[in-house]
């Protein structure tokens, strides 16, 4: 029997109950369309939706239109990008790790990126984003290989990995205070971007995140078979000819990496790549096929949502997405840990 069919076997009883799942993603593309769509009205300007199709046309000869064009669409366009790199790099962590509460920030990866780049940025100011990224990878690289050599060495189980990655996440995070407190006076720009904003992001922004984004992506849903492949553990994986430790290696680089051009374009935004993945699994079953596509569906909605409230509660003051995306997750995340722990 092929890895495919005995995937297949293990799955079938989820996958059968998914009658119409074209008809179920298609209608989550259109709805994240429609919320975009929204979204390039909503702020401190007062901007109608006869604005925002002229600005979509390419009439911009109000002032409005070009506010949509100039500060809107660029967040909009990275909240696209920001959610469905986060989402998809939670959902491969989960995948290879089989663990349902690996995501981006809950095992380090996120405050790893984070330290790399407010260092980078700190120790050479005015930096553009296109050089950040890397340095970002490094360091969520190098939280990511803690994460794993700390919860592996006595077996690591979910419970285990959450509490190293909470620990890692805080090493970095006191790392991330010590270079504040040596560099007052350039801490406003780094407080935003650690927050985790699209404030002040512009299309120079989508153009630095979008090849790693146009890249990754396809890449990993070429390999999603492999994911699959992995969750029927590894002593069966290895019989099934499947390079267990190489695929491992492999698609966790391609997750580290999409989050860490995440967290350069936008700063630290938590648990989208936590809750989307759950969300898509919930709907489209266990299939990565499917299950990575939906979920990077779900991160955008979430990110459209956590942008939008950020701008319209009190406007014209604006409240971090990262900060709406926590008072979400947070919680969720608890309720994670208590029933995986029972």
Not at 87 to 108: C, E, F, H, T, Y
Not at 141 to 165: D, E, H, K, N, S
Not at 311 to 327: D, H, M, N, W
Request: charged residues 10%; without cysteine.
């Amino acid at each position: 029997m092929t890895s495919t069919a005995i995937v297949a076997q293990r799955v079938r009883s989820t996958t059968l109950a998914q009658r119409h799942p074209r008809l179920l993603m298609g209608s989550l593309g259109v709805l994240a369309v429609l919320l975009s769509f929204y979204s390039l009205s909503v702020g401190a300007t007062d901007v109608s939706m006869a604005d925002v199709l002229k600005a979509i046309v390419g009439d911009t000869t109000d002032q409005a239109a070009q506010i949509v064009v100039q500060f809107q669409l660029p967040r909009v366009l990275l909240a696209w990008l920001v959610g469905i790199a986060l989402a998809i790099s939670g959902g491969v962590m989960q995948g290879v790790i089989r663990n349902p509460l690996a995501a981006p920030d809950v095992v380090g990866v996120t405050k790893g990126a984070g330290f790399a780049g407010m260092l980078l940025l700190l120790a050479i100011p005015g930096i553009p984003v296109a050089a950040v990224v890397p340095a970002a990878f490094v360091g969520g690289l190098v939280a990511a290989a803690l994460v794993y050599l700390l919860a592996y060495r006595r077996g690591a189980t979910p419970i285990r990995i959450a509490l190293v990655g909470i620990a890692v996440s805080a090493a970095f995070e006191a790392g991330i205070r010590f270079l504040l407190v040596r560099n007052p006076l350039d801490v406003s720009a780094a407080l935003i971007w650690l927050t985790g904003s699209l404030f002040g992001r512009s299309m120079s922004s989508v153009l630095e995140i979008l090849p790693w984004v146009a890249v990754l992506v396809p890449l990993i849903i070429v390999w999603a078979r492999k994911l699959d492949v992995l969750g029927l553990g590894d002593d069966l994986a290895a019989g099934l000819g499947e390079p267990v430790e190489r695929t491992r290696r492999t698609l966790l680089l391609f997750a580290v990496a999409l989050a860490a051009a995440a967290v350069a374009v936008s700063g630290t935004i938590g648990f989208i790549g936590l809750i989307a993945p759950h969300m898509a699994r919930r709907v489209f079953g266990g299939r990565h096929l499917a299950l990575l596509p939906a979920a990077g569906l779900f991160g955008v909605l979430l990110m459209l949502f956590a942008d939008m409230l950020g701008r319209g509660i009190a406007p014209p003051l604006e409240i971090p997405a990262g900060l709406i995306t926590a008072v979400v997750g947070g919680p969720y995340f608890l309720y994670l840990l208590v029933k995986t722990g029972r």
